[in-house]
């Protein structure tokens, strides 16, 4: 077993840091920017720290060493993760995560603009991911050959923002498709959760196309994994574990594999009560029980929880057989476990 805990404890210490460092110059500009310190230390204050994991994991596959440099270049995803939750958040009006609120409804609370302060925000921590990266201490030689993936970690990730966002509406209107919502998990998470992560660490460490072959096909089905769970959570989770409502992704009507497949199994009786319920800016616990019970009912959370589970063996054995430090397949290997059981 790994030191999970010892790790995020070294990338806690890093975005601590950050943030003093970054309040201060931020208060020297002006004092009214108390609020954006204040928040900016709150989004980087929990989480944990899966995609900086693997970042890390990556270089060390790669046979480098555990550095500080490495450790801050994993933290900068931890940067990306933060910027891409406070905007997810305003698209979602998510008034909870981690058991805290929001930045848009805590600016809020404060009875300030809370979709603009929240996304500028935003967009400050993912400048901030940047310029932590490049700073991170390792050669350039070796930040240089990461440009591409960056790009391409950014441009992945909005478009898969940009088409849930296209793709989020009631059943009635639009008829959620399971290739479809499993295309939005594969863009929105899998590769920056894991695959680009993975990617970066390796390259950064000099890697053998091999391994970056590999970490694909481990990355995207695990990510596939997490974000299945994270579904299943989403409706069937409860707030008090999850530390977030179990009633934003029905009142949404988010098009995740959960709903595609509750869609696919159900009646006309059944449709006509999805139409009805999910979708419903309005809708309360006793609506989204009926909702559970139908997804219970029709086997579509069975079948979600049987694709994790194949989701997660086939991201093991895409290890199976590539050449890397035992520890560092060992410890791939536990966080395709937690897939299995936690939310992101």
Known sequence: MHDHSGFRERIDEVLVRLADEEEQELLQLHAELSPLTEQLRRSLAR???????FLYWGWRAAG?????????????????????????DIIDDSRMRHGQLTAHAA?????????????????????????LFTTCGLPGGYLARTVPLWSMLLRETMAGEFLEVLRTDAPGDRVPQLAQSLEVARYKTAKYTVERPLHLGATL??????????????GLPLGEAFQLRDDLLGTFGDP??????NLDDLRDG?????????VAAADEDDRRLLAKLVGNPDLGQDEASSVRALMERCGARRQVEDMIRERISRARGALEYVPMPVEARSALCELADTAAERSL
Request: contains cysteine.
């Open 107 to 131: 600016f809020a609370a404060a009875g300030r603009r809370s979709t603009a302060l929240a996304m500028i925000l935003g967009d400050l921590l993912m400048g901030y991911a940047g310029h």
């Open 254 to 262: 988010k098009p995740t594999a959960l709903l595609a497949l509750t």
């Open 240 to 245: 008090a574990t999850t530390g977030k409502s």
């Open 205 to 218: 460490g000099g890697a053998p196309r091999a391994l970056l072959e590999a970490f694909s096909g481990y």
């Open 47 to 53: 989480g944990k720290r899966i995609r900086a994991a």
């Open 64 to 88: 480098q060493p555990d550095c500080e440099g490495v450790i801050r270049a994993a933290a900068a995803m931890e940067l990306v993760h933060a910027a891409a939750c406070t905007h997810d």
